[in-house]
Each structure stands twice: as structure tokens, then as C-alpha cells.
């Protein structure tokens, strides 16, 4: 089953939430999300003003028709002041920022010193909720990411040709329960499995260098790559996100599946994933529980 995708558009529901927002900081990582947010919300009218994090992004300057500005994540007192004097009300958070720039570019403020005081350990959610706190603390409103880019979302499906195994379809159910766990513990959202064995866990170090190492580990003889959501995932950031890098990544890795969380997943680029995984037999599933090692079951369900 391959699913209609839709481009460019924001469901309805949400326009009638967004109908009342004119103007957003757009807070920019990596990546492409950061311009489909960019896209959908102009499209609804909505003014984007770039954050950009770390290195210049002239295609989002482009697509906002603005400059913008670029923020270092330990200077928080100088991003607040920025959003201040631009007369924000509201923001929406878009693209990876990694951890660990602050152990490379470790410039800390006044505020990012007393707020790691604060914490027993420098978590994701954490560390993403204390900023909204101080956001919020400043009469401005943290917007869901998920509200510009519903048309990302991949309802249960099986994108590619090819299916999957008894063997690939256990270790998915495997990897599905320990990759919830470590979502749950906020360590990461990925986990590659192969031959009922955990080969990587993602931690700090992103997606990317987690299925490089599995392959590392494997001598690229194959694996399963789990990507899910945390339990209680906050939609106003890191939701989990696929996209063809993942997949060249992983078949230089020798990791022959993909298996996302239903609805809960953003696939980048669908059409060019389905194409290039049928072109080198991977597989790719998006599934709402943890998979039925049972191939004729999940064929009769889900199957093309």
C-alpha cells in the first residue's frame, strides 16, 4: 500500500488554530523541517522570522524574505532579548540541534549557568521544557511543530515493494519495545537490531552515527533500524523524523529495514524513499504497535 501524500498544504483543523497567529520566530537546526515550516506557514499567511542555530541557512533567509538572526544555544539571554525586540508572541522549534555544540562551542551565559545548576542531567525533554518555561515566563506561546507539517505524517503502511521476513519482523518487534523504553528514559528514539540481538542505542551522538556504528558492529550483514516516538511525545519538538539520508546511511551500514512509529513519524521526501528502497530491497514499514513476527499476517494487513 502506498499511500497519497499531499504538498504544501496545512489540514484545516489546524488552520482555524493558526488563524489567529500573523507572525512567528521560526527557532531553525538542521536539516529540511526547518523549511516546511517555513513553507506551510506562509502559505497560511503567517509572517516567519529565522533563529537560526549554528550555520547560516540562506534558502530558509530566502523563503522567510528576511535575515533573520543566528543564536549560539548557550547565549540564551541574548536569543530571549532577540524575541523581545522583534515583538514575538509566538515560536515554533524546527530542525536538530545537537547536545553536544555545547561541549564544542561551550559559551554559556548568566542564564544557561544558573540552568544547569538547576539540573540533575542535561535530558532532551529537560532541557527543551525549561526553555519553553522561559519563553513562556516572557509572554511568548511555544506552537507544535506537528501543526505545519501534518502532511509529513505516514499512517500504517508499507512503503516499499519488498516485505519483510519472520526474522526482520522479529527483531522490529524486538527493537520496537526497547526503542519505547529508551524514548521513555529520554536517551534516544532509535535502536538497531539484528539477529534478536540490540546492536546500537542512540544517545547524543544522532541517528546518522548510531546505524554507522551498527554496521560497524555487524560487519554490515544486515540489521533492523526502529525509530519511535517517546511515550507522551511533546509535538512542539524532536518529533522523530526519516528521510533519504536515513536510507543512504543506512545501506552504507548494510541495514536492509526501516520501521517508524504510524502518524508519529515525519517522513521527508516519501516518494524518493519508496523509490530507493525498491531500487536496493530494503524494506520500510510504519506501524502503530509492535510488528506480528508473522509475514502472511502483515501481508493480509498492511501489505502493497
Not at 537560526?52 to 530558509?60: H, I, P, Y
Not at 524486538?174 to 546492536?199: C, N, W
Not at 526502529?226 to 552504507?252: S, W
Request: hydrophobic share 40%.
Amino acid at each position: 500500500m502506498n499511500p497519497i501524500y499531499s504538498t504544501g498544504k496545512v489540514e484545516s483543523a489546524n488552520r482555524m488554530e493558526l488563524a489567529k497567529v500573523s507572525r512567528i520566530a521560526l527557532v531553525a537546526g538542521e536539516g529540511e523541517l526547518p523549511l516546511h515550516v517555513a513553507r506551510n506557514a506562509r502559505i497560511l499567511g503567517i509572517e516567519v522570522v529565522p533563529f537560526m542555530v549554528g550555520k547560516d541557512n540562506s534558502r530558509l533567509r530566502e523563503l522567510c524574505k528576511s535575515r533573520g538572526h543566528h543564536i549560539v544555544p548557550g547565549l540564551v539571554r541574548r536569543t530571549l532579548d532577540l524575541m523581545l525586540q522583534e515583538k514575538i508572541s509566538h515560536i515554533v522549534f524546527a530542525g536538530k540541534v545537537n547536545k553536544w555544540v555545547l561541549l564544542k562551542d561551550p559559551r554559556l551565559d548568566d542564564v544557561a549557568v544558573e540552568a544547569i545548576r538547576q539540573f540533575s542531567r542535561l535530558n532532551d525533554d529537560a532541557v527543551m521544557l525549561w526553555i519553553i518555561e522561559q519563553l513562556e515566563l516572557r509572554g511568548m506561546q511555544v506552537l507544535p511543530q506537528a501543526d505545519f507539517l501534518r502532511e509529513l505524517f505516514l499512517p500504517v503502511s508499507q512503503l516499499s515493494s519488498r516485505g519483510p521476513t519472520e526474522e526482520e519482523l522479529r527483531d522490529a518487534r524486538y527493537g520496537f519495545e526497547i526503542a519505547k523504553e529508551m524514548g521513555r528514559l529520554d536517551i534516544g528514539q532509535t535502536i538497531v537490531a539484528h539477529s534478536g540481538m540490540i546492536l546500537a542505542v542512540e544517545a547524543i551522538e544522532g541517528t546518522d552515527e548510531c546505524l554507522k556504528r551498527a554496521g560497524q558492529v555487524s560487519g554490515k550483514k544486515g540489521g533492523v533500524v526502529v525509530k519511535v516516538a517517546k511515550p507522551n511525545q511533546d509535538q512542539r519538538f524532536d518529533i522523530p523524523t526519516v528521510g533519504l539520508r536515513t536510507l543512504k546511511t543506512m545501506r552504507k551500514a548494510g541495514l536492509h529495514m526501516l520501521v517508524t512509529e504510524a502518524n508519529q513519524t515525519l517522513y521527508l521526501e516519501p516518494e524518493a524513499m519508496a523509490a530507493f528502497a525498491d531500487r536496493h530491497g530494503m524494506v520500510i514499514l510504519s506501524v502503530d504497535q509492535p510488528p506480528v513476527a508473522d509475514t502472511q499476517a502483515w501481508e493480509g494487513s498492511h501489505g502493497p
